[in-house]
């Protein structure tokens, strides 16, 4: 399949996996969360808003999907947020959905944030 090679600022142009999965969390990660932007799923797990439904897309994405977007909460972002990385599978598999062509890493690097999102290769 065709791919094209992943850059760290590679999100600021996508924002796929923001509206593909249902983004749940442990319940206590929500505190510093805005309240309006986060339901209840089970006793102990919650979620953002519009991710839990057929078509999701968090409340937090700023922006056109592969256009230019931003999360409004990342710095209090979820760890299922910051599980998703650059070019592995759960990206490429929103990517796709997306019709966007899928990402792979040339080379491993260290960790290094950007202005909206944190997941580089
Ligand atoms: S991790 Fe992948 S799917 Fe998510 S915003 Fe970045 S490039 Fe897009
Ligand atoms: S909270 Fe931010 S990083 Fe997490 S899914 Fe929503 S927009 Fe994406």
């Known amino acids: 399949m065709l791919s094209q090679i992943a850059t760290p600022d590679a999100c600021i142009s996508c924002g796929a996996c923001c509206a593909n999965f249902r983004v749940s969390f442990y319940w206590a990660e929500a505190e510093s969360m805005p309240e309006e932007m986060v339901e209840p799923l089970?006793?102990?797990?919650?979620?953002?808003?519009?991710?839990?439904?057929?078509?999701?897309?968090?409340?937090?994405?700023?922006?056109?999907?592969?256009?230019n977007v931003s999360c409004s909460i990342y710095e209090v972002r979820s760890s299922s947020c910051k599980e998703v990385q650059i070019a592995d599978e759960q990206c490429n598999k929103a990517r796709i959905k997306h019709n966007m062509i899928p990402l792979i890493c040339v080379e491993s690097q260290d960790s290094e944030n950007n202005e909206n999102f944190d997941q580089v290769c």
């Open 42 to 67: 089970t006793a102990v797990y919650s979620c953002m808003k519009g991710t839990n439904q057929s078509q999701p897309r968090c409340v937090a994405l700023q922006g056109e999907v592969g256009v």
